[in-house]
């Protein structure tokens, strides 16, 4: 077959150098002109006006003053990764997809993660949907699973995307607030749109608050077909579950960390993949046989329904390393295109209304974004397939076509590509279509609560807690009454339970039903009401399923200290010995520890060297807190207040707290320490998650095991501490 090939089968790797300009080792201008000095502008005389002439300083200005290309809409702040794909066993009796058959073979993979309502300067740790798109260079062309880390979306049809994200970006008259959700407008249109129920449920839970990139699930949320080379067809659903597990912050910690550091997570993936710790996932698939999805009672093109893991388990069947950073954010990251209509032949769509419409807005923001049809030539978004047509010219054209011919049929040159009408080239599954053209939704959309329930039943009860006080903070930031009362009304359809508690706290009455009747219908205080809470209320649209596993983070996660970060807190005096058997015993679990001193650098002539201070980092940053022992080293932390401050708060956010030898002195010494005193003291905190030990050896061992467990939600004194 003849080719009007564009280079494109080149290794990417050589692409990208061609791309660069750092190949010179002496300053020119964009045309390659070395430029003599790059100081000082040209001007009439030492004191003159600037000259015309000056095209050095000229085309720089220029340049920079183009620097900015348009924000995304949404999914504006991101970060991204280089790594590869690899199938476990072929998955040729589902998909004819190449790259989902050959277990030996590592697809490149491109992964952006991102945060949907805030501009690119906003916080990482806002509470948000996260995006997870990913895009995979196969043999047969660009894959891109463009997913977020919810498995459900908003809305049911892609005519109301505008108006979604309208209300939850900042208000058009004051642009207030940045990357918040908690404000008149978004509750204004969700109370109006029950359909949002399920996924709201989801973005007021933990998973709207991700610990890392590294401990976040991601779902291509719609149903997807796939085909095998017979033409058979099964939906399937995809999933990319963290090989650490999957956890979240608390909420206060959130606040705090984006004050802290804005940049949370894209710092750790960076500085975690420096490290040669690359972050994984393993690809899951729900697969339903074409012709069997009647069977159940939500409809499989509804993306406001998943498919409970009861109901159709998730089949692990590869796994996605991501182990290298980007060379340049700009050319990377912020040019990547992530499109829905890349697909692959053996992969297809299904009629989800959602997808329908993503399938045209993505070529189309990308052409506005990267201002040309040529942005598939970047190097972040070339495949490494050949591209081979007859597509020709506009802005930016990279490729140089050879021959004069650009069009089909023809002869001349014999250089027209054929079609590939063999099973390698891309059929869209043969389904029969009919029907009058209408704007309706199918009466199989129709249920909006019941899944919204199974998820709420799904949640342990620390989690049922963060979902109320999440829409307790939500709800009572919007200022319109109306709107509060009629989302209290929405949130009573779900469990009236919940809704009594958020009401509490708004200062409304919820009536409640049979099950909370009060002599007067209301329930009226949050201990009565927080007894009911774990009552499972009914649900539909479920498969039956009153709950379902693979929705609560507490259950069933791996338990590793892989990836965490612990404080070592440290002054002039500490026994360096301890230090150094502690980062041992974290490194050989592939946790890593920093130094948080009174300064930074050399701590007195105890031989450590503090890496943070108490004035750029505080515990919220970390994992874990180790107070090593060193009767100096103590005794300096003892008197100050952020030392002290800094086991309270880890203590709060439930996390692994231990210290060797007079280190326990001051962990007795914070608020903490007081209300432990006369509970049981050292005893008591021990099976809180707070070792305190003079055996440094088994301490290490006992710290690396409680850092595993993640949080220790029974921390009798969380409330009381102030920190
Ligand atoms: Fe979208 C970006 C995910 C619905 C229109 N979307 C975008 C990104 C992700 C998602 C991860 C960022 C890609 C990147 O990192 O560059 N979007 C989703 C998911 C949805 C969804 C999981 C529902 C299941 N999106 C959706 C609809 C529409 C869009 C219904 C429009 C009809 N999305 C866009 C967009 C963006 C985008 C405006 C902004 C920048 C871009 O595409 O490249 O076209």
């Known amino acids: 077959m003849a080719k009007n090939s564009n280079g494109n089968g080149q290794n990417k790797d050589q692409d990208l150098a061609r791309a660069t300009s750092e190949s010179a080792n002496y300053l020119t201008d964009n045309q390659g002109h070395p ?287 991501l182990d290298r950073n980007p060379d340049n954010y700009f050319a990377e990251t912020e040019q990547v295109a992530f499109m829905t209509t890349n697909i692959v032949p053996g992969i297809d769509f299904s009629n989800d209304p959602l997808l329908q419409g993503r399938n045209f807005s993505y070529l189309d923001t990308q052409l506005s974004r990267l201002g040309s049809p040529n942005f598939s030539e970047l190097p972040i978004n070339r495949p490494l397939a050949q591209v081979s047509n007859n597509q020709r010219d506009a802005h930016m054209r990279y490729t140089i076509n050879k021959g004069r011919v650009s069009y089909a049929p023809a002869t001349l040159d014999g250089h027209s590509p054929d079609e590939t009408t063999s099973a390698r080239g891309f059929h869209s599954y043969p389904q029969d279509v009919s029907g009058q053209k209408v704007r309706v939704r199918s009466e199989s959309f129709g249920d909006h609560y019941g899944q919204a329930r199974l998820f709420w039943n799904s949640m342990a009860p620390v989690e049922k807690e963060h979902i109320v006080k999440a829409l307790q903070f939500e709800l009572s930031k919007v200022e319109t009454r109306d709107i509060r009362v009629r989302m209290l009304g929405q949130l009573a359809q779900i469990n009236e339970v919940l809704a009594a508690q958020v009401g509490l706290a708004l200062g409304e009455k919820v009536q409640t039903g049979a099950k909370t009747a009060k002599p007067n219908g209301t329930a009226d205080s949050a201990d009565e009401i927080a007894a009911l809470a774990n009552a499972s209320s009914p649900t539909s649209a479920s498969g039956g399923l009153e709950r379902t596993s693979g929705l609560s983070l507490e259950e069933g996660q791996p338990q590793t200290a892989k990836g965490r970060k612990v404080a070592i807190l440290a002054a002039p005096g500490v026994a360096a010995a301890q230090v150094q058997a502690v980062q041992d015993a974290l490194a050989a679990e592939g946790a890593m520890a920093e130094v948080v001193g009174p300064y930074l650098g050399a701590l007195g002539d105890s031989g450590v060297e503090a890496t943070k201070t108490f004035a750029n980092s505080g515990s919220v940053l970390f994992d874990a807190v180790y107070v090593p022992g060193g009767a100096a080293s103590v005794a300096m932390l003892q008197k100050q207040g952020d030392a002290r401050k800094f086991i309270d708060e880890a203590y709060k956010h439930g996390k692994a707290i231990a210290a060797s030898a007079e280190g326990a002195d001051l962990v007795m010494a914070t608020e903490l320490g007081r209300f432990a005193q006369g509970n049981g003291g050292a005893g008591a905190l021990a099976e809180q998650g707070v070792l305190l030990s003079k055996d440094g050896a088994a301490l290490a061992r006992q710290f690396v095991a409680a850092i595993a467990q993640h949080r220790f939600r029974n921390r009798a004194y969380a409330e009381m501490v102030a920190a």
Do not use: C
């Open 35 to 321: 430029v003599g000095d790059d100081q000082n502008s040209l001007r009439a005389g030492p004191r003159g006006p600037t000259l015309l002439e000056d095209y050095i300083l000229r085309e720089k200005i220029q340049h920079f003053d183009h620097e900015r290309i348009p924000e995304r809409v949404v999914h504006a702040r991101g970060a991204a990764a280089h790594g590869y794909f690899q199938v476990y066993e072929s998955l040729a009796e589902y998909t004819s997809a190449k790259v989902l058959q050959d277990p030996s073979k590592k697809t490149p993979v491109f992964v952006r993660f991102s945060t949907v309502a805030g501009s690119r300067g906003s916080a990482d740790t806002a509470r948000d949907v996260r995006g997870f798109a990913v895009k995979m260079y196969t043999e047969d062309g660009n894959w891109d699973i463009v997913g977020n880390n919810i498995p459900v979306f908003f809305i049911q049809d892609a005519i109301k995307f505008p108006d979604l994200i309208h209300a939850v970006k900042p208000e058009p008259h004051n642009e207030i607030p940045q990357a918040a959700s908690a404000h008149d407008t978004f509750y204004d249109f969700i109370s109006l749109t029950p359909e949002s129920m399920h996924m709201l449920m989801w973005v007021m839970s933990d998973r709207a608050i991700p610990r890392s990139f590294a401990t976040m699930e991601g779902f291509g949320v719609h149903t997807f077909r796939l085909i095998n080379a017979q033409g058979t067809s099964h939906f399937v659903k995809f999933h990319w579950k963290p090989v650490l597990g999957a956890h979240s912050l608390v909420w206060d910690e959130a606040v705090k960390i984006a004050g802290q550091d804005a940049d949370f997570h894209r710092r750790a993936m960076w500085e975690s993949i420096e490290q040669g710790t690359p972050f994984e996932w393993e690809m899951g698939i729900q697969l339903i046989p074409e012709g069997e999805e009647s069977k159940y009672d939500f409809d499989v093109l509804d993306a406001t329904k998943l498919w409970p893991e009861d109901l159709i388990p998730v089949r692990i069947v590869g796994k996605m390393t």
